[in-house]
């Protein structure tokens, strides 16, 4: 079966542009993940979705990060007016989920969308 | 507010050597422990995980183990192979829902 796949593997903008980030989950998996990785460091959590809703946005940066998840399945991680330090890989995971009432379950992660700003 | 370390940094072998990567967590309160290869330019793959009532966990050549009360971790990998080469990741998930907290990373090179 198909894995979690992220489009694009690589985006290049300039300062101050927008850009949208695409996760495509595992089929059935209700609870997903975005993480975003700098350069030599662990992946660092920045939004959670228990079905169409955001559980947890407690890690994203700034107001400028904004994630959907509108039909409980893709999920879109938008970035405004983006800055250099935004360069970064940005991974995201799904799982069957769990959420507060059942046990947490294993996250499967997707090859991550490489974005550079400029 | 929980915290994951990693050490060593980085770690070069020459192949066949058994070696040991360490991660260190300051919050027990953990409802299981993962460990993740990660190859440059790729994405996570899952090793091992731990559950919090277990102490350790095999695959092939690797072992972990677990001291939840001490907020440590090793992974051991056995006769180590050029292709074991790749960044090594601990995390931790939270008690009660799913977030992961990573480590930094070892980035271990075996030489041929």
């Known amino acids: 079966g198909a894995g979690v796949s992220q489009t694009p593997s690589n985006k290049v903008t300039e300062k101050g542009k927008y850009v949208e980030l695409r996760c495509d989950p595992i089929?059935?998996?209700?609870?997903l993940y975005w993480y975003r990785q700098s350069l030599g460091q662990g992946p660092e959590f920045l939004i959670y979705?228990?079905?169409?809703?955001?559980?947890?946005d407690s890690g994203l940066p700034n107001d400028r990060f904004f994630a959907v998840r509108p039909e409980g399945s893709v999920s879109t991680l938008k970035i405004q007016r983006t800055e250099r330090g935004d360069s970064a890989v940005y991974l995201c995971?799904?799982?069957?989920?769990?959420?507060?009432?059942?046990?947490?379950?294993?996250?499967?992660f997707g090859p991550g969308t490489r974005l550079t700003v400029l | 507010k929980q915290e994951v370390t990693q050490i060593p940094a980085a770690l070069s072998v020459p192949e066949g050597e058994n070696l040991v990567l360490n991660c260190s967590f300051t919050?027990?309160?953990?409802?299981?422990l993962q460990w993740f290869r990660q190859d440059p330019g790729k994405g996570l793959t899952s090793l091992l995980l731990?559950?919090?009532?277990?102490r350790e966990q095999t695959s092939g050549r690797l072992n972990a183990s677990l001291d939840k009360s001490s907020g440590r971790s090793t992974l051991y990998i056995a006769a180590s192979q050029p292709g074991d080469s790749a960044t090594y990741l601990c995390?931790?998930?939270?008690?009660?829902?799913?977030?992961?907290?990573f480590g930094p990373g070892t980035s271990l090179s075996v030489i041929p």
């Open positions: 995971a799904s799982s069957l989920g769990g959420g507060e009432r059942g046990p947490p379950r294993e996250q499967f």
């Open positions: 089929s059935g998996h209700t609870a």
């Open positions: 979705f228990q079905g169409t809703g955001a559980a947890d």
């Open positions: 919050d027990s309160a953990i409802y299981n």
């Open positions: 731990i559950q919090s009532s277990q």
């Open positions: 995390a931790v998930v939270k008690t009660s829902y799913d977030k992961v907290i």
